[in-house]
């Protein structure tokens, strides 16, 4: 007897259409799997066969195949548990092979026949978007908010046969278009004073456009980092969906039962690997923080205790916001579309300033080293966050609260996103001759820049868009004027200057 049975697996964020075929013939009763599973796949024998034993169904007592199609790659997870146990209920004769043709099955068995979540159940499920997909009860939430077909859940096997053979319907669920989880971020009025770097965390957030705050301990760049994440927008339905297959593939504390609509927050520890930044490192090819942090905000506290060559990994998911990960039986492509917020000390001691710096000329240079140019160029905005004065701390006046500010990020984010369709820091130079052009004395500002060597051909551009947010806050006209472009460049602070930059005027 022979059944095919739908199923999926997970590669990387993204689900993998699997067909489960199973053949009990004559011959010595044994189970054999096949088409390239790992070893959780293999050890699916011992679990199917609890399961059924345990739902008082029958072991069939032949020669047993299951061939996992397309066997050219690799199957991984305990994902197609539930569609070789059914495999081989059908290919018993115990269920009717015409009616699994509507059905795909997605999840693992536990020894007592239960149905068991499983990680990604978002993608997998996207995979299986032409049948009607049965699931485990966790699995629900996640797994119909992201998808527009019927999706059903169950408790154990011996509910899923019942189903199937007519003798019990289906719990028909509401999708949950709309149900992610909602989080209580940091508001920015607890910040006191600094309205340099307050006014960088609004242009970008408006303009989607990467921050460094170099200052010493205590100047408060974590607090404003932290509070940055509060005046993104909500997520549209496309980046919703994306989100949440990220987070749903490593099964994130971000998931809680739907799409996730908050822009996420990533922080990693400065300890972080490669693989924990960029994504890969095993045959499953998990994402990496630049991946869980699309469409949202990754801050890298304390820059300077990252390994060189982590940070400078980053430097091709910035500039094409997806990250290529290539190994030798598979490759594939990850979202990397996030905003990058990082904090460091100007130097080893974090004092910077002369006078209280203690830190020699070599020990200067050889921290600076551990930042690349082409990184530090990739920083839209540099700002120095020097501490706040005694009077700003004891001031009783709050400053301005994250509500009000969100609402001119979203304001400005509307009028970019009217042009072309996206934010200003994604404008191509195309774009941003017809979106940002420039006043006669802009050009000639920026030409005295350039002839300087004060801006790189990649700095010329991002100072071009940066403009174009700062000119969008303002509700400047369409033409960017030397003003716009003056604050652009003061936010743009030398590193191996520390905290020293030129006159601001706000």
């Not at 006078?355 to 000329?361: L, R, S, V, Y």
Request: with cysteine; glycine share 8%.
């Amino acid at each position: 007897m022979f059944a095919s049975v739908r199923s999926a697996t997970l590669l990387g964020v993204r689900g993998s259409r699997v067909d489960v075929e199973v053949h009990a013939g004559i011959g010595l009763p044994g189970f054999t799997v096949v088409g390239q599973p790992d070893e959780v796949c293999r050890e699916s024998r011992d679990r199917v066969r609890a399961a059924l034993l345990s739902s008082d169904l029958p072991w069939p007592t032949r020669r047993i195949t299951v061939n996992l199609a397309p066997s050219g790659d690799r199957k991984s997870g305990a994902c197609l548990d539930l569609a070789i146990a059914v495999g081989l209920l059908a290919a018993q004769g115990l269920l009717p092979v015409e009616i699994l043709s509507q059905y795909a099955f997605i999840a693992e068995l536990g020894l007592d026949g239960s149905l068991r979540p499983v990680r990604g159940a978002t993608p997998l499920v996207l995979a299986t978007a032409d049948r009607q997909t049965v699931v485990a009860f966790e699995n629900l939430g996640e797994a119909s908010a992201a998808t527009v077909t019927q999706v059903f859940s169950a408790k154990t096997l011996f509910d899923v046969v019942a189903c199937l053979s007519g003798r019990a319907q289906w719990q028909k669920v509401a999708l949950q278009k709309n149900s992610g989880r909602s989080r209580v971020v940091p508001d920015l009025a607890d910040v006191q004073g600094q309205p340099v770097a307050r006014q960088a965390l609004e242009i970008s957030a408006a303009g989607s456009h990467h921050l460094l705050l170099v200052g010493p301990p205590g100047a408060g760049k974590t607090m404003l980092a932290e509070r940055l994440v509060g005046l993104l927008p909500p997520l549209n339905d496309e980046q919703a969906i994306s989100a949440t297959m990220i987070h749903s593939s490593v099964q994130t504390e971000f998931l809680n039962g739907g799409l996730i609509r908050d822009a996420p927050y990533r922080a990693p520890h400065h300890s972080s690997s490669m693989v924990a930044m960029v994504g890969g490192g095993t045959a499953l090819m998990r994402p990496g923080e630049i991946s869980l942090a699309s469409h949202g905000v990754l801050f890298l506290d304390e820059l300077g205790e990252f390994a060189p060559s982590v940070l400078d990994a980053l430097r091709q998911p910035l500039e094409q916001r997806v990250v290529h990960l290539a190994r030798a039986r598979t490759s594939v492509v990850m979202p990397a579309e996030f905003l990058l917020v990082a904090a460091t000390n100007p130097c080893p001691c974090g004092e910077g300033t002369p006078g209280a710096c203690t830190c020699d000329d070599a020990a200067r240079a050889r921290y600076l080293r551990r930042f690349s140019g082409p990184l530090l160029d990739r920083f839209d905005l540099r700002v120095a966050v020097s501490r706040p004065n005694t009077v700003d701390l004891i001031s009783p006046i709050a400053g301005e609260p994250t509500s009000v500010v969100a609402a001119r990020v979203a304001d400005a984010r509307s009028l970019a996103f009217s042009r072309f369709g996206d934010t200003n820091s994604a404008l191509t130079r195309q774009q941003l001759d017809s979106a940002a052009p420039l006043t006669k004395k802009a050009e000639e500002f920026l030409r005295k820049e350039l002839e300087a060597g004060h801006l790189s051909g990649r700095g010329y551009h991002r100072v071009r868009r940066v403009a174009r947010t700062i000119a969008d806050l303002a509700g400047a006209p369409e033409m960017i004027d030397e003003t716009h472009l003056h604050l652009a460049l003061m936010l743009r602070v030398d590193l191996a200057s520390g905290l020293r930059t030129r006159e601001m005027s706000f």
